[in-house]
């Protein structure tokens, strides 16, 4: 494996090793994670632990396998907010909700959920255009603690300003604050949303695709994997799209020089939204 980081301490080829024992001796897969992201992160960890090294740092693992878990926490980014980039949701909104309509039964796949904010801001939607109640949604992450926060549908009040302000700019037309109800600093969302919802673990890189879903919801995910990974990964997002489905990306990812992108056309590009679309369908388009 032959990778480039540009962190002072950590010379590409102790880089290769140290996530090549890690993958060997504990099953840890961060090989296609973009290089300077995970060199950085592990700079921090050797320096809040005092270690000169990777070559150190494996023998302290060694020693310690409960620094795993450190690890897997400070190479996971979990940031999150309610509706974020509501030009997103406003989107999905007017370009995609009118033809999810159209169908009887709807299932939605959020990968990489995070702490659930994404989710319920996109149920919320849903529901306000009377397509909740047909709709199973399904969200998933690989770090089973923000599972855990985001299944509770309780939410820390202190940023709700804003998060009303985003649910206003995506389209909102309610009360935002009838969707939950809220005390000491923190609010919970209505049961009937909250049941709409299976939140279950889930790692993109490692296990098998899940089918077939008229939507999928990738957003923030991909921007730590390498070149190579993103070009699995939407593969396999695109084997678990229906013919036809959607799929929405972060406000800083696009499909324009991924592997797959023939598979797909762009409704919203400022947006990150596509749609999967038949190679036969594009190869007409082209002719
Ligand atoms: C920055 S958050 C994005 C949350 C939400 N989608 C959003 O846009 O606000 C990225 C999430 O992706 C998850 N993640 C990272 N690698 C993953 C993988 N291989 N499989 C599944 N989830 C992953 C992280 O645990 C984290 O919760």
Same mark, same amino acid.
């Given at each position: 494996?032959?990778? %480039?980081?540009?962190?002072?301490?950590?010379? +590409?080829?102790?880089?290769?090793?140290?996530?090549?024992?890690?993958?060997?001796? #504990?099953?840890?897969?961060?090989?296609?994670?973009?290089?300077?992201?995970?060199?950085?992160?592990?700079?921090?960890?050797?320096?809040?632990?005092?270690?000169?090294?990777?070559?150190? #740092?494996?023998?302290?693992?060694?020693?310690?396998?409960?620094?795993?878990?450190?690890?897997?926490?400070?190479?996971?980014?979990?940031?999150?907010?309610?509706?974020?980039?509501?030009?997103? #949701?406003?989107?999905?909104?007017?370009?995609? #909700?009118?033809?999810? $309509?159209?169908?009887?039964?709807? %299932?939605?796949?959020? $990968?990489?959920?995070?702490?659930?904010?994404?989710?319920? +801001?996109?149920?919320?939607?849903?529901?306000?255009?009377?397509?909740?109640?047909?709709?199973? /949604?399904? $969200?998933?992450?690989?770090?089973?603690?923000?599972?855990?926060?985001?299944?509770?549908?309780?939410?820390?009040?202190?940023?709700?300003?804003?998060?009303?302000?985003?649910?206003?700019?995506?389209?909102?037309?309610?009360?935002?604050?009838?969707?939950?109800?809220?005390?000491? *600093?923190?609010? %919970?969302?209505?049961?009937? /949303?909250?049941? %709409?919802?299976?939140?279950?673990?889930?790692?993109?890189?490692?296990?098998?695709?899940?089918?077939?879903?008229?939507?999928?919801?990738?957003?923030?995910?991909?921007?730590?994997?390498?070149?190579?990974?993103?070009?699995?990964?939407?593969?396999?997002?695109?084997?678990?799209?229906?013919?036809?489905?959607?799929? *929405?990306?972060?406000?800083?990812?696009?499909?324009?020089?991924?592997?797959?992108?023939?598979?797909? $056309?762009?409704?919203?590009?400022?947006?990150?939204?596509?749609?999967?679309?038949?190679?036969?369908?594009?190869?007409?388009?082209?002719?």
């Amino acid at each position: 494996m032959s990778i %480039k980081t540009k962190e002072p301490g950590i010379s +590409s080829s102790s880089l290769s090793k140290f996530l090549h024992l890690l993958s060997r001796e #504990f099953g840890v897969d961060y090989s296609g994670y973009s290089p300077s992201f995970v060199a950085r992160r592990l700079q921090g960890l050797l320096n809040a632990l005092r270690l000169d090294s990777l070559e150190i #740092f494996i023998c302290y693992i060694r020693q310690r396998p409960e620094t795993l878990a450190e690890i897997q926490r400070e190479l996971s980014i979990n940031y999150t907010e309610m509706f974020r980039n509501p030009g997103f #949701f406003y989107s999905m909104r007017k370009k995609v #909700f009118p033809f999810l $309509a159209t169908y009887p039964t709807l %299932k939605i796949w959020h $990968a990489g959920c995070s702490t659930g904010e994404e989710v319920f +801001s996109l149920a919320i939607l849903l529901q306000e255009v009377g397509l909740l109640d047909r709709t199973k /949604i399904y $969200a998933t992450d690989k770090d089973t603690s923000v599972l855990d926060k985001a299944a509770s549908a309780i939410f820390d009040t202190s940023r709700m300003q804003e998060y009303t302000a985003n649910y206003y700019s995506s389209g909102g037309n309610a009360e935002f604050s009838n969707y939950y109800s809220s005390g000491y *600093g923190q609010l %919970k969302f209505q049961e009937s /949303i909250r049941r %709409k919802v299976s939140f279950q673990q889930h790692d993109l890189i490692s296990d098998d695709p899940i089918n077939k879903f008229n939507l999928i919801l990738c957003r923030n995910v991909m921007i730590y994997f390498s070149p190579d990974l993103q070009n699995k990964v939407v593969g396999s997002l695109c084997s678990s799209l229906s013919n036809l489905g959607y799929l *929405g990306l972060g406000a800083t990812e696009t499909l324009s020089f991924n592997k797959h992108r023939h598979e797909f $056309a762009a409704i919203d590009k400022s947006e990150r939204i596509y749609r999967k679309v038949s190679l036969s369908e594009w190869r007409n388009c082209k002719n």
